[in-house]
């Protein structure tokens, strides 16, 4: 078909569609066996190795079992209270930094982002023993409660904050915009807040989506520092009743691929119209 | 041209604007980015090299490396260490070839929207719930499992190099196969910005020149991606040695650095081990400064084909 329609010598890097065609078929038989798998263990009957039933799942529902599930329900709300601070963290910290850096001292940018990136550096183990201290004296102030883990957990999710934020900044020219705000008379914080931060939203909301997926599949920390969140629970349940532990998993691992499909078709989306437009 | 006459004139500006008397005040708003990432990052990382330098009344001390020198902690170093180059040189591989295949898609086709997606997914999501879909497909009675013995008689346990230490799965060989699997997302995340940065000007020049696409990748694509390529096969190596989650979910037992390090802080109570995650924390900081020191020098090369 693209031999007589299009060029009739393929140039450049760009792979014949059949060649790559078989490589992308056979990537995602292999990616989605797996899941295959962990879907088809999740609804098998107890000590079979085939067959369906929905059991696992009424077992969520009775109030016999309801002790063995407790502690995965407390882990999951944790879990989202956590990804809600953190997200917090990030626009409270993160983000007034950044847009100071770029408006005002824009050599500050290159410490910010060695800064962020330098969580990919430091393995999460390594800042887990250290958390452990600190938050013996974190826990003397609040209590042992699980949503302080947002401010460990920010830091690992620092890289993948940053770079949406900052792809989106460098495509804005905001030395322009906030020159334009205040000669019509706006003042910092109207510049900041009405035309700055509109324009940022894209990469706000990639970098608040990105940080909460990385909350909920968060397990180091929440280990280290023996606290219940999603990801320990799931671990503590795989041992009592590994069919639910997957059934969740499953669950958890197709949520978060939707969101981020239906994110990434919208930005395509807005992509394509930018270019016909 | 006016676009860049206008933003050099307000930057101008914007440096007239800001007089001496007002510097400060704006600089007070990286005060609190400042104080997280210091009480936050800084302050647990050199906790966690201190405990490693001290004795249990504070001193300074070298001895507490003498922990290197037992044969579990060496063990696990050698296995983390293999597991990680192995994972980074076999991910990196394949999924450069995904990603070259991927070229066929259309940027902005849905088929890139859902590998992009299923990628992020994998390699920054995964953890704890990858390691029960490997426990489902090659574990004891994983589905492969199940099938090899039932097809072949194969049983693929009898690959595990310790037949002692129970299923393939729960060694540091088997969880090649987990690690692989966000490893190559990682990959494509990582490397696809390069691939895409291929020139299509640069496939056409080799064609009048008479090339073919064998000498096209072999003059063109391959010395133009190859810092790319081992940047990203660092990453993952990186990512791979640092890895705890999907370890920690498969077994309990100290075959893996960040497991063993997890294990002698649960026994703290022990004042002769509990210098032992420090020491641990140190070596991995070694390893991971080397590591990453390379990896700037391939990104200043990378960054000359991606202007």
């Not at chain 1, 917090?88 to 983000?95: A, G, H």
């Not at chain 1, 830091?155 to 915009?177: E, K, M």
């Not at chain 2, 966690?48 to 579990?72: E, H, M, R």
């Not at chain 2, 719930?129 to 489902?136: C, D, E, S, T």
Request: net charge positive; aromatic share 12%; hydrophobic share 55%.
């Amino acid at each position: 078909m693209s031999g007589r329609m299009s060029r009739p010598v393929r140039v450049g890097a760009t792979p014949g569609k059949a060649a790559s065609g078989v490589i992308l078929v056979i990537a995602g038989i292999a990616f989605l066996y797996p899941l295959y798998a962990l879907a088809a263990f999740a609804f098998q009957p107890v000590g079979q190795h085939s067959g369906f039933t929905l059991d696992h799942l009424k077992a969520l529902t009775d109030p016999v079992r309801a002790f063995q599930y407790q502690q995965l329900w407390e882990g999951i709300q944790n879990s989202l209270v956590i990804a809600v601070i953190t997200v917090v963290l990030m626009l409270v910290f993160l983000l007034p930094a950044m847009i100071l850096a770029e408006l005002r001292f824009r050599s500050v940018r290159r410490v910010i982002e060695f800064v962020c990136l330098l969580p990919i550096s430091i393995p999460t183990v390594v800042l887990a023993v250290g958390f452990v201290p600190v938050y013996q004296q974190v826990w003397h102030l609040t209590g042992a409660v699980a949503w302080v883990l947002a401010f460990a957990i920010g830091i690992i999710t620092l890289p993948y904050a940053f770079r949406p934020i900052q792809a989106n900044l460098s495509g804005v020219d905001v030395i322009t915009l906030n020159e334009a705000a205040r000669s019509l008379g706006a003042g910092w914080f109207q510049t900041v807040w009405h035309v700055i931060v509109p324009n940022l939203r894209r990469g706000m909301l990639s970098a608040g989506l990105l940080t909460v997926s990385v909350v909920l599949g968060e397990f180091t920390i929440a280990s280290f520092l023996q606290q219940n969140t999603f990801q320990t629970g799931l671990a503590l349940l795989e041992q009592a009743d590994p069919y639910v532990a997957s059934t969740f998993a499953l669950a958890a691992l197709l949520l978060v691929f939707l969101i981020l499909v239906v994110f990434g078709a919208f930005g395509a989306g807005r992509r394509r119209s930018r270019k016909a437009a | 041209m006016t676009a860049i006459t206008t933003a050099a004139a307000g930057r101008a500006a914007g440096a007239g604007a800001s007089t001496p008397r007002r510097r400060p005040v704006a600089w007070l708003g990286f005060v609190p980015f400042a104080a997280y990432t210091l009480v936050f990052m800084a302050v647990p990382t050199v906790l966690a090299v201190w405990s490693g330098l001290t004795t249990q009344s504070g001193a300074f001390t070298l001895a507490n490396f003498a922990a290197f020198a037992q044969p579990g902690i060496q063990k696990a170093f050698v296995n983390s260490l293999l597991l990680s180059l192995a994972v980074a040189v076999a991910s990196s591989v394949l999924g450069a070839i995904l990603c070259v295949a991927l070229l066929a898609a259309r940027p902005d086709g849905f088929l890139r929207v859902v590998v992009d997606a299923a990628s992020s997914v994998l390699a920054q999501f995964g953890g704890v719930m990858l390691a029960f879909a490997f426990i489902a497909t090659i574990g004891s009675t994983g589905m492969f499992t199940l099938w090899a013995q039932h097809a072949f008689g194969f049983d693929i346990n009898s690959l595990a190099p310790d037949k002692t230490a129970g299923p393939l799965l729960y060694q540091a060989t088997g969880m090649f196969f987990p690690y692989l699997y966000f490893s190559i997302p990682l990959m494509v995340i990582v490397f696809m910005p390069a691939v895409e940065g291929l020139r299509p000007q640069w496939g056409e020049a080799v064609a009048t020149l008479g090339g073919n696409r064998l000498q096209y990748w072999w003059h063109v694509g391959a010395p133009v991606l190859a810092p790319s390529f081992f940047g990203a096969l660092i990453l993952i190596f990186a990512s791979a040695f640092s890895s705890f989650a999907t370890a920690a979910a498969l077994t309990n037992s100290g075959i893996l650095i960040p497991v063993v390090m997890q294990q002698y802080l649960g026994s703290e109570t022990d004042a002769a081990v509990a210098h032992i995650p420090g020491v641990l924390a140190i070596g991995m900081l070694v390893i991971m400064g080397v590591v990453m020191g390379l990896y700037a020098l391939l990104q200043r090369r990378a960054a000359r084909w991606q202007r």
